[in-house]
Each structure stands twice: as structure tokens, then as C-alpha cells.
């Protein structure tokens, strides 16, 4: 098992969130009846011709900046023949050999070590629509067809299912972050085919790769790309051999399944599209979108470690989900501790609105409020404990700042005064003479048993640090 | 009324001396006596264009400015757009569709108050040389009805020169407007690509397809051209606006230019009609015109280059009538493969089929580096070839077809039929301006055209020599046959 290597290459579709399609000025929209946002280019009508959206030539350059590669003075377009009902004209447009993005490589995180892994090509073409299928007959959507699509194309570089998750994470970080696409695997705007083969450690050449469809989600990809790894080695180890075709992963059995055989390379007949001219990009402009380009995933990530003091584990969770992150960057406005502020956030607010399946503005809870409430523990206006209660409550009901709910339970407050905790000490001891002999007897259990008996008529509001230093004080005096 | 030019009829109309109902109905009863005999046109819109014609005439009443065609029927070649009307493109295929949309090219018509007379036939796709592979019927030659009017712009080149109508327009991929022009004794001029919009023409080589009109003189064509020109923000391949004004260039002259005659491409040409061609030449002489023999040896690759780059777009051009959005969808088929094969087989006509097998093969893996990579590569020294002749030549004359109009049925090796072409692809496959116009009549009182072709963007320069021949010749050029009036 150990002598053995996969080699992954993923093509990575990202949807591109243009106003228009690529070669119309249709919507680019989702979610609406079928057939509603199309115009004649879209639908293939004959005498309809294809007309280049800039938009979409300017978010594609805005990703190739990003991940440093080259972008050419001059692309084309090329058809590419097939036929199916949800491609209207019987061919796409795409690029073929002179694609706008060549190279360039991004760099993920793996177990603490950064590993660079390097992009083919990316280009631009446009999407098909949708086949519906009724009881009696099929009918076609094509509000996609001609929407813009920016395929990336990984050099075979990737060896673990893992590495490959996060590879495609960071695509869809950039993307996001370039606001480029929205990069839903759900709704079908960043779809991934994964090519998969084995290899003896130390081989050089590539073994036959099969190729797995249809992953919606990066969770799903990782398990179907282990699975289809698994298959091949045993494969192999049987003494048989792998077969090319197109595989998808069935989540129930956690197996990939043949979908179909590749016997014979298709044939697209390529050529260049004669209906648009080649595509030239003036240098000035390029030049002028590399200074505009925004921050990156790994230049935000690199800040919040080392300027805001994050972790790696919490500054990766905050860059891999860009709205995510944009609300965290909004609420440092106000936050005056951002560790404890991203604590707050990604660990308490998160895990108590996980199930909801809702982001946090979705739920409709204010950024700002729960920096403040960040904030007032660090103030220690409330205690940690109290504190999540309060976020308890502003969970229950969204829209309720922590100042008022600190306003309608008064005692949330946290006791500052000493000697209000002194009585409620002296009191404790008084109570409970065994623990304070067991604890000068040396059980260290017992101290911490009389510290909780404290907290307990505190109700939490008394900052532990205090009360366990009076406790350990009145004991030994 | 029949001999007069659109600009003439135009004025007339402007100036209320003629109303454009008048024009209108005049031509519609042309059409009524003569089309039965002729076949040009598949759909007349009588109701329409009456409507048009008052509403011009309405306008004219209340002193409004009308534009440039006002009240001058136009025909259209039946592959490109009028919104609402059928585009049968000839084909069984198409014929239900209803084009959604109108070209710009007809467009700028209707702006300009042309009147939409009606689709003219052509050859199914605008395949074919002879309008015989129309699915509906073939049209005959106005000059002898057992010939043919050329192809694929049949039609509109039938329609003119019998004087159905002043003007009409088709569109030409390898000579589709200048062959039936010289058939049919009357001027056909493919502008520079990318002048006339194709937005709203039915593809079929989409780098050669040019939008351009028939006419009976020149000053027809460069009012046309007045119209059409000018860039589209629909078709990508449109080139920008020049500001030329065609009409105003006619009258400039041309002494001192100079003139490119290919005179080994001559041997191809029926040497009866070698005196008509020389004649013309001379006639340019006695105009002040320099005469030069040139050379251009990658003209002889023109049919092969044009019989793989043409059909190879083709090909992928006409993929999408399957049967499944907007071609007519065969009765028979069950499964997604029958309704792509039964209807493709019902649908298509024979030579246009031969052609998507052909293209498709050019494009196939393992064939494509000898077949299409090569041509392309061909094409670009073509191109080369051509700069180099305009750096010394005005423009290159030549004859537009070998020989005057066969009689229908007369070629069936559709090789012999390619062959029709061999003069006028260079243009195409160069993207060059080039206008046939007739230079006289062949013993068997058939009309003959010349060729004349110049640089890229030289569309003006190309009139103004037609115009220039034109006048030195002074030819009859309206057939017998029709040259009178109908009641």
C-alpha cells in the first residue's frame, strides 16, 4: 500500500458572476423559470452571432493575476463540435491552444508545511443549459447556456485526495476574492472533474487515469478521489489493470461507479471560432489591474497571523470562507482583542448557529454586536461564563446587543467588588469545614470544590481568577 | 418605369412626383406577369410593402424627410433575416422557421424607407452555383428561361435583372453573388468583409460570408452601399465606420490608375468570350487607365482552399439544425439518435449534406494537419500575395466566371460545378472587395461579366471603375424578354 502513489489533475469549472453571458447580454442568473434569460446568441438562433462580454475578459485576467501567471497580448476562441440537446448550436465556445491564462501555481498549507502546486492553463468558454427530464419527455433549460465559465486546468501534481480539497479550497478563495464568482458547488457554479491514476513510488511515466464527475462538495471529492485511489491499487494489486472512463462517486455505497467507458479520444474537431476575431489585451490595462488587484487569500491570511497574532488553524478557517472573513474584517473595526474576537465568532457564534445551516448575517446577528460582546469580557465587564449565556441569548433572539441583554439581567454583571466576593467566600468556608481541612491536608480536589461552590453562588458573574485567589488566601490565613 | 434606377425612382418619390404606392404596386404587377415564368422569389409580401409604401407616402404628405431608398421595392435573399417572415434558407429544413429577429442589413432597408418586396430562392444553404439545389424550385435566367441564373444568389440576381425589382441583396461565400450577377447580365458587388454586418445572415462559412447587393447600375450599388456599410456592435467581425460616401466617390475619375490583369488565369475562360473580357480592358485604356499583366500563382489553389476552409465552418455552422430547437423535427424518430439522424436525413438536401461530411472530415483528428491547418496557412500567403499586387495595382480584373449561364441540369459532377467558382474565391478567401458587372452579350445573347476587385477597404475604388466602365460601354442591359411593360 505504502510503495504506492496517486497522480491527481483537477479541471476546476468556476461560473463567472458577469451581469451578462459571456457572448450576450442576457442575465447571468439563477434560479428562475426555465427560458426566461436568453437571447437569440444564447439559444444558437441561425444569423445570431457571438459578441464578447469585457466584463468576463476582465474577471479571467483578475484570477490569471492572482495566481501569477502569464496572460497572452493575443488569445482566440475555438469551436469545439459535439452533439448534445443542452448545447443549442452543437458546439462550444472555448479555447483550445491559445487559452488568456497560461501557468501561474497557487500555494496551499498542508499539516504546517506550504506546498505549491502549478496550473496548467485556464480559459475562458461558455456553458451549456440544463436537460429536464419529465415522466413522458425531456424537455432543455437553457438559462445557463452561454454563461461564462473560466475552466482551470492543474498540472498533474496533486498525490493525496486531502491535497487536492485544499487546492481547489484556495481556487474558490481566490475566485471569491477577486469577487469573480460565488463559487456555490451546490448551485453548480464551481463544478470539478478529477483525473485520477497510480503509480509504483519512483515510476516516472503516468498510468492509465480515469476521470470522476459530478463532486458537489469538497467534502465528497475528497472521499470519491481516496475511493477511486483505493480502487485502482487493488486494482492492480490483483494483477489487472485500470481502464480509462468517466467515474462518479455514489456518497451511500462510498464507491466510485463507472458511468462510462473511453475507448477512443473524442474527437471536437477544434478550430478557431471565425465569428469573433482574435482577442488582443492592451499591456497598460493588464498592468492596471495588477495594481488594483485586491487582497489575496494568503496576503489576508499571512495578516492575520502575523499582525492580528491568529493562529494558522484560525486564520485558514477565516480565509476559506470569504463572507466569512469579510464580516470578521468588518467587526475589527471594533474589536479590541481580534484573537479573542475570532474565538468568539468562528468557535462560539458559529457552533451555536451550525445547525441553522445559515451564515452569520443570514441569521441575522450583527457583526458589531458580537465584537462588543468580545469586547466586554475583555473589559471584563462579563465574565467568560456569563458571557456565553449572553451569546445564548443573542442567539435566541437575533438582533438583541449584549448591552441590553446585560441591561435586563443586572446580574450578569460581573462582581468587580472584592469584598462583596469575600462574604460569599467566608461564607462557602464557613459551610463547608471538611473540604477546608481535606485542602490543608493537602487534597488539591478540594480547593477547586470549594472554587466551584463560589462560582455556583456567584452564578458565574465573578471573574474565576479573584475568587480563587481569595479562596486560597482566607484558607491559609 | 422598369428602366429607371433606384436613385431615380427615389428622387422621383422624394420629390411627389411618383407616390411610392405607385412604385410598390407597379412592381408587385411585375412580379404578378413575371416571377411565374422566372421563379426568383419564394415569399412576396404585397400587403406589407403597400403599407410600407403609405406610410412613406404619408410622410412625404406632411413634409417629413425620408431616407435614402424611400419607396424603392428591395428583394431579399431568403437566408437572411426579416423579423416574423420565414428564412427557409431553400431548405426543407427550415421550412417553418420564422426568423425571430431582422438582419441589421435589413434593417438599415427599412430605415432607409426601402420596401421589402419579398425572399428571393437560392441554393439550399447557398450551396450550390445554380440555385438548383433549392428544395422548392429553381429559378430560371431572365436572359434564356432554360438556363440557369447562377448560385447560390440566384434569386435576388433573377429579380433584379428582370426587373421585378430595382435592387435586392444577397450574400456571396465564394462568388455567390458575383457569378449570378454576370449570369444575369446585372452589377453584384461583395463588399470588403466585415463592411455589411452578417448579423441576421444564416452562416455558412462565416470568415467568407459577405452581405452585398444586385442592382441594374452602378450608381445602385454605391447607394446601396450608402445603406449598408457601416459597423455593427452585433457582429464582431464588423469593421469600423469609414465615413465613405459611395455615391459621391463615382464621379472621381479614373485616370491614372492602374489595373491588374492575371492573364494565365485567362486560359480557363471560354475563349469565345475572350474578346468581350479584352474589350473592356481596352476600354479602360482609352479611359487613361495603365494596364499591367500580373501574377498570382496561389489563385490556382482557390476551389481546394475554399472546398476546406468553407465547408469546414460549415460544417459546425449548420450542426445546429438537429432537429431539436428550430429545424423541422423528423416524424419518425424516437430516441434522441433518431431525431438527430432521420431529421438531418429528411431535412438536408444532397449537396449540402456531401458538404457537412466533407467539412467534418477536413476538421477530424489525424486529418486536420493536412487538410485544414495547411489550407489556413495557404490562406494567409494568399493574403500576403494580394498586399503585395495592391502595393502597385488599384485593383485586379478579371473575368467573373468561366463561361456564360449552362442550362439547367446541364452540370451534374458537382466537381464541374465547383469549378463555377474559380474566379471569384480569391475575393473571399482574401476578404477583398469585388463587383461583376455586365460587359456585353456572348453569341448566344447571353450576358458576361467583368470582375473588378481591389484592396481591403477599397469598396469605393472598386465602384468608381464600374461606374467608369459602365458609362464608356453604354449597354442595353435589361433582357428581351422582359424589356416592357406589363398590364
Redesign the interface.
Known sequence: MNDWEAVIGLEIHVQLNTKSKLFSSAPNQFGHEPNVNIS?AD??????????NKAAIEKAVLFGLAINAHIPEECHFD?K?Y?Y?DS????QITQFDEPIIVGGSVAVEIDGEEKVFGIHHAHLEDDAGMLKHFSQFAG?DYNRAGVALVEIVSLPCIHTAKEAALFATEIRSIMQYIDASDCNMEEGSLRIDANVSVRKKGETTLRTKTEIKNMNSFANMELAIDAEILRQIDLYQQGKTVTSGTYRFDLATGATILMRKKET?D?Y???PE????PLFLDKNWIAKLKENLPELPRERKKRYIEKLGLSHYSASLLICDKPLGDIFEKGLSQAKNPVSFCNWLTVEFIGRIKNSRKSVEEFGLDILAIASLSNMVDDKIVTGKVAKQIADLMVENPGKTPEKILEENPAFAAITDCSAIETIVDDVLKKNPESVSDFLNGKEKAFNFLVGQVMKVCQGSAPADIVRDLVRKKISS | MYSLSAKQLSSLVKEGKISAVEVTRYFLKRAEAIDPSVKAFLTLFPEKALAKAHAIDEKIKQGKSVGKLAGVPVAIKDN??IESEL?T?ASKF?AD?K???S?TAVRRIEEEDGILLGKTNLDEFAMGSSTETSAFFETRNPWNLSCTPGGSSGGSAAAVASRIAPLSIGSDTGGSIRQPASFCGTFGFKPTYGRIS??????F???FDQIGPFANYAEDIALMMDVLAGHC?????SIADSKEDFSASLSQGVENMTIGVPRNLLKELDPSLIDLFNNAINEYVKMGVKVVEIDIPLIKYSIPLYYILAI??A??NL????G???SKRSTKAKT?KEV?EYSKEEGFGKEVKRRILLG?YV???GH?DAY?KKAQKVRRLLIEDFKRIFQTCDAVVLPTVPSAAFELGAIKNPLEMYLQDIYTIFANLAGLPAISMPIGLDKNQKPFGLQISSAQMQDAKVLRLSAALEQQLKLQTCPPLFAKEFS
Open positions: 437569440f439559444t444558437g438562433q441561425p444569423g445570431a452571432l457571438p459578441v464578447i469551436r463540435s452533439f440537446p443549442p448550436r452543437n458546439f432543455v479520444a474527437d474537431r477544434y478550430f471565425p465569428d469573433l476575431p | 437572411i433575416h428564412t434558407c427550415l422557421y426568423a425571430p429577429f438582419a452578417r448579423y441576421g445572415l444564416v452562416a462559412g462565416s470568415s456592435p452585433l457582429d464582431s467581425t469546414a465552418e460544417s459546425t450542426a445546429r439544425f438537429d431539436i430547437l428550430f434522441l438527430y467534418t476538421l477530424s483528428a486536420q485544414y
